[in-house]
């Protein structure tokens, strides 16, 4: 079992950049794929990007593709969120997620373990 420990998050201006760290712990972080997810006030969770065991292959969602870079580091048990040009609407709680399935799904049910999030706010 991993547990998982974001942080990073505050307040930004539009256009800004912000970097999210989710911190693992234990000694098998290696074993997970991860991924990051955002809700929004009044909205339901949603997918922002996700990153095999290796970091070798990344994916994201739509509205942050060419704007954010997840990325981990192995040895020290972090994932990261490198938020570029952010805009008002990335406003939300950010949670980190792992999971042991080697190809790592876009839905929050494919995560079995969680971070208790972090605030972005972007300010316009």
């Known amino acids: 079992q991993v547990q998982l420990v974001e942080s990073g998050g505050g307040l930004v201006q539009a256009g800004g950049s912000l970097r999210l760290s989710c911190a693992a712990s234990?000694?098998?972080?290696?074993?997970?794929?991860m991924a990051w997810f955002r809700q929004a006030p009044g909205k339901e969770r949603a997918f922002v990007a996700n990153?095999?065991?290796?970091?070798?292959?990344?994916y994201y969602a739509d509205s942050v593709k060419g704007r954010f870079t997840i990325s981990r580091d192995n040895a020290r048990n972090l994932v990261y969120l490198q938020m570029n040009s952010v805009k008002a609407e990335d406003t939300a709680v950010y949670y980190c997620?792992?999971?042991?399935?080697?190809?790592?799904?876009?839905?929050?049910?494919?995560?079995?373990?969680w971070g208790q999030g972090t605030q972005v706010t972007v300010s316009s």
């Open positions: 997620a792992a999971t042991q399935s080697v190809v790592p799904g876009r839905g929050p049910g494919d995560f079995s373990f």
């Open positions: 990153i095999n065991r290796s970091g070798r292959i990344t």
């Open positions: 234990g000694r098998t972080f290696f074993t997970y794929s």
